[in-house]
Protein backbone atom coordinates (compact mmCIF):
# COMPACT_ATOMS: atom_id res chain seq x y z
CA UNK A 1 0.00 0.00 0.00
CA UNK A 2 2.85 2.63 0.93
CA UNK A 3 4.79 1.43 -2.28
CA UNK A 4 2.09 1.83 -4.46
CA UNK A 5 1.20 4.94 -2.80
CA UNK A 6 4.95 6.73 -3.17
CA UNK A 7 5.01 5.08 -6.49
CA UNK A 8 2.09 5.50 -8.41
CA UNK A 9 1.83 3.20 -11.60
CA UNK A 10 -0.74 1.09 -13.11
CA UNK A 11 1.58 -2.07 -12.42
CA UNK A 12 2.56 -1.33 -8.75
CA UNK A 13 -1.32 -0.31 -7.59
CA UNK A 14 -2.21 -3.84 -9.84
CA UNK A 15 0.30 -5.87 -8.22
CA UNK A 16 -0.19 -4.17 -4.86
CA UNK A 17 -4.17 -5.23 -4.81
CA UNK A 18 -3.09 -8.69 -5.71
CA UNK A 19 -0.42 -9.07 -3.07
CA UNK A 20 -3.12 -7.77 -0.23
CA UNK A 21 -5.78 -10.49 -1.97
CA UNK A 22 -2.87 -12.93 -1.71
CA UNK A 23 -2.44 -12.50 1.86
CA UNK A 24 -5.72 -12.60 3.34
CA UNK A 25 -6.35 -15.88 1.56
CA UNK A 26 -3.33 -16.88 2.81
CA UNK A 27 -4.17 -16.04 6.81
CA UNK A 28 -7.46 -17.51 6.00
CA UNK A 29 -5.35 -21.07 4.49
CA UNK A 30 -3.78 -20.77 7.50
CA UNK A 31 -6.68 -21.16 9.85
CA UNK A 32 -8.46 -24.03 7.61
CA UNK A 33 -5.14 -25.50 8.34
CA UNK A 34 -5.25 -25.45 12.11
CA UNK A 35 -8.77 -25.96 12.53
CA UNK A 36 -8.09 -29.34 9.96
CA UNK A 37 -5.16 -30.41 12.10
CA UNK A 38 -2.13 -29.60 9.29
CA UNK A 39 -3.34 -32.23 6.57
CA UNK A 40 -0.03 -32.37 4.12
CA UNK A 41 -2.33 -31.12 1.28
CA UNK A 42 -3.48 -28.20 3.04
CA UNK A 43 0.16 -27.50 3.99
CA UNK A 44 0.67 -27.45 0.57
CA UNK A 45 -2.02 -25.07 0.26
CA UNK A 46 -1.10 -22.63 2.54
CA UNK A 47 2.53 -22.82 1.35
CA UNK A 48 1.81 -22.06 -2.25
CA UNK A 49 -0.21 -18.55 -1.73
CA UNK A 50 3.01 -17.88 1.24
CA UNK A 51 5.16 -18.28 -2.36
CA UNK A 52 2.75 -16.29 -4.14
CA UNK A 53 2.98 -12.81 -1.45
CA UNK A 54 6.24 -13.34 -1.55
CA UNK A 55 6.43 -13.43 -5.86
CA UNK A 56 4.01 -10.30 -5.81
CA UNK A 57 6.21 -8.19 -3.06
CA UNK A 58 9.02 -8.70 -5.59
CA UNK A 59 6.72 -7.48 -8.26
CA UNK A 60 5.45 -4.40 -6.27
CA UNK A 61 9.13 -3.30 -5.49
CA UNK A 62 9.92 -3.89 -9.19
CA UNK A 63 7.18 -1.69 -10.50
CA UNK A 64 7.83 0.76 -7.56
CA UNK A 65 11.84 0.72 -9.08
CA UNK A 66 10.79 0.96 -12.46
CA UNK A 67 12.29 3.67 -14.71
CA UNK A 68 9.71 6.82 -15.19
CA UNK A 69 7.57 6.10 -12.26
CA UNK A 70 6.48 9.33 -10.22
CA UNK A 71 8.43 9.87 -6.89
CA UNK A 72 5.09 11.55 -4.77
CA UNK A 73 7.76 12.27 -1.59
CA UNK A 74 9.13 15.03 -4.18
CA UNK A 75 6.67 16.68 -6.23
CA UNK A 76 5.99 20.52 -5.61
CA UNK A 77 3.46 22.69 -6.50
CA UNK A 78 4.54 25.90 -5.43
CA UNK A 79 6.81 27.52 -8.07
CA UNK A 80 8.44 29.83 -5.54
CA UNK A 81 9.14 26.82 -2.90
CA UNK A 82 12.87 26.48 -3.37
CA UNK A 83 13.21 30.50 -2.66
CA UNK A 84 10.95 29.68 0.41
CA UNK A 85 13.00 26.86 1.57
CA UNK A 86 16.09 28.53 1.53
CA UNK A 87 14.82 31.18 3.83
CA UNK A 88 13.64 28.83 6.39
CA UNK A 89 17.21 27.63 6.88
CA UNK A 90 19.03 24.25 7.38
CA UNK A 91 16.87 21.66 9.66
CA UNK A 92 18.12 21.17 13.06
CA UNK A 93 17.84 18.63 15.71
CA UNK A 94 14.44 20.08 16.68
CA UNK A 95 12.43 19.16 13.30
CA UNK A 96 13.77 15.81 13.35
CA UNK A 97 12.64 15.27 16.87
CA UNK A 98 9.02 17.43 15.61
CA UNK A 99 8.79 14.62 12.69
CA UNK A 100 7.62 12.23 15.48
CA UNK A 101 5.01 14.24 17.34
CA UNK A 102 6.49 13.89 20.81
CA UNK A 103 3.73 15.55 22.41
CA UNK A 104 1.00 12.93 20.74
CA UNK A 105 3.56 10.36 21.76
CA UNK A 106 3.62 10.99 25.48
CA UNK A 107 0.39 9.53 25.92
CA UNK A 108 1.20 6.44 24.44
CA UNK A 109 4.02 6.06 26.56
CA UNK A 110 2.46 6.42 29.34
CA UNK A 111 -0.32 4.16 29.25
CA UNK A 112 2.28 1.99 28.08
CA UNK A 113 4.49 2.13 30.97
CA UNK A 114 1.72 2.13 33.15
CA UNK A 115 0.18 -0.97 31.95
CA UNK A 116 4.09 -2.57 32.45
CA UNK A 117 3.65 -1.57 35.97
CA UNK A 118 -0.02 -3.08 36.26
CA UNK A 119 1.08 -6.42 34.75
CA UNK A 120 4.02 -7.11 36.50
CA UNK A 121 3.97 -5.03 40.27
CA UNK A 122 7.50 -4.40 41.26
CA UNK A 123 9.22 -5.80 38.21
CA UNK A 124 11.84 -2.75 38.62
CA UNK A 125 12.62 -3.66 42.11
CA UNK A 126 12.42 -7.29 41.74
CA UNK A 127 14.95 -7.67 38.40
CA UNK A 128 17.46 -4.93 39.61
CA UNK A 129 19.04 -3.04 36.92
CA UNK A 130 17.51 -5.43 34.52
CA UNK A 131 14.15 -4.10 35.02
CA UNK A 132 15.36 -1.02 34.53
CA UNK A 133 16.92 -1.28 30.95
CA UNK A 134 13.77 -3.33 30.68
CA UNK A 135 11.98 -0.27 31.20
CA UNK A 136 14.14 1.79 29.42
CA UNK A 137 14.11 -0.45 26.08
CA UNK A 138 9.96 -0.31 25.95
CA UNK A 139 9.84 3.27 26.76
CA UNK A 140 12.55 4.00 23.78
CA UNK A 141 11.69 1.40 21.47
CA UNK A 142 8.40 2.06 21.72
CA UNK A 143 8.52 5.55 21.05
CA UNK A 144 10.74 5.31 17.61
CA UNK A 145 8.08 2.78 16.21
CA UNK A 146 5.38 5.19 16.96
CA UNK A 147 7.30 8.25 16.05
CA UNK A 148 8.35 6.29 12.48
CA UNK A 149 4.59 5.78 12.07
CA UNK A 150 4.11 9.82 12.27
CA UNK A 151 6.90 10.19 10.34
CA UNK A 152 5.55 8.30 7.39
CA UNK A 153 2.34 9.60 8.31
CA UNK A 154 3.87 13.52 7.87
CA UNK A 155 5.05 12.96 4.40
CA UNK A 156 1.74 11.62 2.79
CA UNK A 157 -0.47 14.15 4.26
CA UNK A 158 1.92 17.17 3.53
CA UNK A 159 -0.41 18.20 0.94
CA UNK A 160 -3.47 18.69 3.28
CA UNK A 161 -1.07 19.41 6.60
CA UNK A 162 -0.42 22.66 4.35
CA UNK A 163 -3.88 23.55 4.53
CA UNK A 164 -4.61 24.04 7.96
CA UNK A 165 -2.69 26.59 10.18
CA UNK A 166 -1.90 23.93 12.78
CA UNK A 167 0.16 22.11 10.54
CA UNK A 168 1.17 24.12 8.15
CA UNK A 169 4.74 25.23 10.06
CA UNK A 170 5.70 21.20 9.93
CA UNK A 171 8.63 20.11 8.38
CA UNK A 172 7.58 18.21 5.59
CA UNK A 173 5.65 20.50 4.93
CA UNK A 174 7.57 22.99 4.73
CA UNK A 175 10.33 21.12 3.34
CA UNK A 176 13.08 21.86 5.77
CA UNK A 177 13.63 17.93 6.18
CA UNK A 178 12.88 16.50 2.39
CA UNK A 179 10.06 14.43 1.96
CA UNK A 180 12.66 11.59 0.72
CA UNK A 181 14.82 12.09 4.04
CA UNK A 182 11.81 12.06 6.44
CA UNK A 183 10.85 8.53 4.63
CA UNK A 184 14.81 7.15 5.70
CA UNK A 185 14.45 8.72 8.74
CA UNK A 186 11.12 6.62 9.59
CA UNK A 187 12.75 3.54 8.36
CA UNK A 188 16.14 3.66 10.38
CA UNK A 189 13.64 4.50 13.33
CA UNK A 190 11.31 1.29 12.67
CA UNK A 191 14.42 -0.89 12.32
CA UNK A 192 15.62 0.49 15.73
CA UNK A 193 12.75 -0.09 17.45
CA UNK A 194 12.12 -3.54 16.25
CA UNK A 195 15.58 -4.56 17.17
CA UNK A 196 15.55 -2.95 20.69
CA UNK A 197 12.09 -4.63 21.57
CA UNK A 198 13.00 -8.08 20.43
CA UNK A 199 16.69 -7.88 21.96
CA UNK A 200 15.35 -6.36 25.30
CA UNK A 201 11.87 -7.24 25.70
CA UNK A 202 10.64 -10.20 23.59
CA UNK A 203 10.27 -10.70 20.03
CA UNK A 204 6.07 -10.41 20.62
CA UNK A 205 6.45 -7.13 21.66
CA UNK A 206 8.35 -5.83 18.59
CA UNK A 207 6.11 -7.25 16.68
CA UNK A 208 2.81 -5.47 17.87
CA UNK A 209 4.78 -2.28 17.69
CA UNK A 210 5.22 -2.66 14.29
CA UNK A 211 2.13 -3.89 13.43
CA UNK A 212 0.82 -0.84 15.42
CA UNK A 213 2.65 1.13 12.84
CA UNK A 214 1.34 -0.11 10.23
CA UNK A 215 -2.01 0.11 10.88
CA UNK A 216 -1.36 3.73 11.84
CA UNK A 217 -0.06 3.94 8.20
CA UNK A 218 -2.57 2.16 6.45
CA UNK A 219 -5.63 1.90 7.70
CA UNK A 220 -5.62 5.32 9.45
CA UNK A 221 -3.24 7.69 7.22
CA UNK A 222 -3.74 5.87 4.19
CA UNK A 223 -7.21 4.12 3.49
CA UNK A 224 -9.60 6.76 6.43
CA UNK A 225 -8.60 9.64 6.55
CA UNK A 226 -9.15 11.26 3.08
CA UNK A 227 -12.61 9.17 3.13
CA UNK A 228 -14.76 9.85 6.63
CA UNK A 229 -14.46 11.69 10.06
CA UNK A 230 -14.69 8.92 11.42
CA UNK A 231 -11.18 8.02 11.13
CA UNK A 232 -10.26 9.99 14.40
CA UNK A 233 -12.19 7.14 16.44
CA UNK A 234 -8.75 5.29 15.74
Known amino acids: GLASHLRPSENSRRFARWMAAAFFIEMGAGVLNYLLRAPVWMQLVHLLFADGVWILLVLVSASALADNVLHVETVVSDPEFER ?3 ALGAATWKDSVALTKPRVISLLLFTKIAAMFIA ?3 FVASRGWRGVVLLLAVFV ?3 MAAGAANAIN ?3 DRDIDGIMTRTS ?6 QKIPSATAL ?3 FLLAAGSFAMLWSAATLLAAMLALAGLVFYVIIYTMLLKRRTWHNIVI
Open 84 to 86: KRE
Open 120 to 122: APG
Open 141 to 143: GGY
Open 154 to 156: MVI
Open 169 to 174: RRPTVT
Open 184 to 186: WFA
